[in-house]
């Protein structure tokens, strides 16, 4: 998997900060990147048209058991749809 991509999306995740100030408490969270390479494979094995919005949500919400913002999430959506084109 390519490691400037994997710091690209975990960078734009970690801006967002789903998490917001749990993050300073989530043990091993590593700036989201973690986070990043299953989003990245996730996207690469789904062959739904809104794949990567999807993609991104099953993840963090099945990591950290969370609701995301709709409005956050489209978003980052947009910015990682940037990054793979």
Known sequence: MNEELI???ASIIEQWNPLGSAANTTDNLDGYRYEAIDIIAT???SDSSDNVKKSIEQVLTQA???EL??????EATSKIK???N
Do not use: A, E, G, S
């Open 64 to 66: 950290f058991n969370i």
């Open 43 to 45: 996207i690469q094995l």
């Open 69 to 74: 913002n709709q409005t956050q999430l489209i």
């Open 7 to 9: 710091t690209k999306v």
């Open 82 to 84: 940037n990054l793979l």
